[in-house]
Each structure stands twice: as C-alpha cells, then as structure tokens.
C-alpha cells in the first residue's frame, strides 16, 4: 500500500480522536478504523487486523497500544511515539484538570450531590465493564470461563491470593489448558 | 510519597493489565490497602472522572496518581499508562502473526476473565462506600443496566447521574 504522509497528518488524525472521542478505548478504536482505513486509505484492513490484535495482547490499555501499533505500521519508530503522545496526552491534561477541579468542588452541595451521583453511576459502570469482559466468553465456551472466573473470584475475594498471582494463575491455565478454535 | 515509586507501583499494575479497569485490583492493592495513601472514595472518583473526560477509561490511573501526589503524581500516572503501550512495537513487528497463535489467545482471554473477576472483587468495597442511601444505589443499578444493554456513551450516563444529583439538591434531597 502506497502511502504518503507525515508526522503532521497522523498528528492531526490522533489528536483529533485523543481529545474528541468519548466512551472509551472501543469508541476511538472504532472511530480511528474509520479514519485510517476507510475515510484516508493509510492502513489496508489486514494491517489494521495486525495492529489491533497485537494491542489486545500488550499489556495495559489497548487503545494506546493500538495507536502505538498504528503509528509504527505508519511512520517508524517516530509514527510510533506521536501517536502514543497524542493519542494520551489531550486526555491526560483534561483528566487532571477535572481531578483538580473534583477536590475543591467537594465543598459546593450542588455539586458535591452531583458528584455523589456521579459516582454511584461510576459502580455502574465497573459493574457494566465486568458485564462487558465476560459477555463474550460466556458466549463462546460458558463452561471454561466459569472455570477460569469462579476460582479467580473465590480466591481474590477471600484473600487467598493477590491480584497479580490471580492474573498469573489464569494465564498460566491458558497455556496448559489452550482454548479450542470454534470450526 | 514519591513521584518514583508512585509510578512504579502504577506501571505494576498497567502492565498486569489486559484492558482498561483490569488494573484496578492492584492500583486498589497497592494504594489503599498496602500503603494507605489513596481513599476508596478517590477511586471511585477516578474512575468516574476518567470516564466522564475523552480518552482511555485505563486513564483513570492519571487521576489516581494526582490524587495522592498532585500534577507530579498526575504525569507519574500518564507515564504508567502510556509505558506498557511502547510493547507494541516489538510486538507488532516481529510477532504480529504470532498473535494470531490459538494458545496465545487462550492466554489473553483467560487473563481478561480473571480480569472481570478480580474488577468485581473490587467492586464490592467501593460500592459499599459510595451507595450511602437508597437513591444512590438506584442510580447504580440504572447506570449499570444502561451500560450492559445499550450503546449509550458512559459520559452521557455519568452526566445524566450528575443531573439527577443536582435535582436531588435542588428538591432538598439527600444523596
């Protein structure tokens, strides 16, 4: 694929996405495809296949190692760095002004209320987002995800084991125990 | 505590990580139980402002670390959730067909189900603090079936529960 474009374009496009697109990882993932590969033609669809499933399979959080991805698909070692800059950097101002804003609106019962309400919506949301992870497996093979989430919670919930030796646990029974392709 | 080890202990838990609130259980494990520097309700409250602002939900470690060591601890946040995302390029040059591998996937995909499973564990004592009365915990339960069932944008459902805050106050309701 043919492409000719600069630091300047794919900071346009990214920036554009890091500031803009609410909801999420999913939701930028979604509205980049649209961007790089239907609307400007700078990735082929197979290459935007290779960029998202290698971010699924790098640790911490998808949406920036997909840009990552992207950005080194695109332009190299310095694709790579702007777009992971751009892609984080817009949010990450905003999120820190709005933390900064959280502490001394505490104080205000309007917005202290709003912001209790906020939060309760905020238990919603982690609900929702186990809701979200599990959706899936369940779907697929409801008997292994039972298999990989009821000791995980068992064991987390009572203590048994950190976090972490729960993740390495459950990684660990995706090695020995592969899941099979569906035909 | 140090912006250093504020980030160490961030980049512990971004890069145990498959998705955006699996670092939870262990921002929550490291700060609130192990060094007690962050409150269950500033958790909460990152987690919450992280989905209400444009980016990652996985940002919520930004607001995490400006609350326990301020704009230092904010860019040590930043640079937890951006460090594990520079992965990718070995990855998705020398291995991306790779990926692609059955046990691979079977590796991730357990991991993301242990994920939901620890994220619910830590669920559990963030609701408890912040579902202090009957109309809280309605809003919690409308918010999450909202989330499970539709394609609304969690922002919308974050400003609709402020909205419904506000009206609380207004009548002289307490929430």
Not at chain 1, 159 to 182: H, I, K, M, Q, T
Not at chain 2, 1 to 14: D, G, P
Request: include cysteine; aromatic fraction near 8%; proline fraction near 4%.
């Amino acid at each position: 694929m043919s492409r000719k474009l600069s630091i300047a374009d794919l900071a346009r496009v990214f920036l554009r996405n890091g500031t803009f697109t609410f909801g999420g990882g999913d939701a930028t993932t979604a509205s980049l495809q649209r961007e790089l590969v239907a609307n400007r033609s700078w990735l082929s669809e197979h290459e935007f296949g290779a960029c998202f499933a290698v971010s699924r399979v790098t640790p911490g959080t998808n949406l920036l190692a997909f840009s990552t991805a992207v950005g080194w698909t695109l332009l190299g070692l310095r694709g790579a760095l702007w777009a992971l800059l751009l892609a984080s950097i817009p949010g990450a101002v905003l999120l820190m002004l709005m933390t900064g804003f959280y502490d001394a609106a505490t104080s205000n019962p309007w917005l202290a209320s709003a912001i209790h309400a906020a939060l309760a919506a905020a238990v919603g949301i982690m609900l929702a987002a186990v809701w979200t992870l599990l959706r899936r497996p369940l779907r697929r093979n409801p008997v292994r995800t039972m298999l990989v989430a009821v000791p995980a919670l068992a064991l987390s919930l009572y203590g048994l084991l950190s976090p972490l030796e729960v993740l390495a646990l459950a990684a660990g029974f995706g090695l020995v125990a592969p899941e099979r392709e569906a035909a | 505590m140090n912006a250093a080890l504020l980030y160490l202990l961030l980049l512990k838990a971004t890069l145990t990580s498959f998705s955006g609130l699996s670092s939870l259980p262990i921002v929550r494990d490291e700060l609130v139980v192990q060094y007690g520097v962050l409150t269950d309700s500033q958790l909460n409250a990152a987690v919450a402002l992280a989905r209400a602002a444009p980016g990652p939900f996985g940002g919520y470690v930004i607001s995490v670390g400006y609350f326990v060591g301020g704009i230092a601890g904010g860019i040590a946040g930043w640079l937890a959730l951006i460090t594990p995302a520079l992965l990718a390029i070995p990855l998705v040059h020398y291995f991306a067909r790779s990926t692609a591998h059955p046990r691979a996937r079977s590796v991730v995909n357990a991991v993301v189900i242990a994920s939901a499973a620890l994220i619910l564990v830590a669920t559990v004592p963030i609701a408890a603090q912040a579902l202090g009365s009957a109309t809280l915990i309605v809003i919690a339960g409308a918010s999450t079936l909202v989330l499970a069932a539709t394609g609304v944008e969690t922002a919308w459902v974050i400003a609709a529960a402020a909205a419904t805050g506000i009206v609380g106050a207004w009548f002289g309701a307490a929430l």
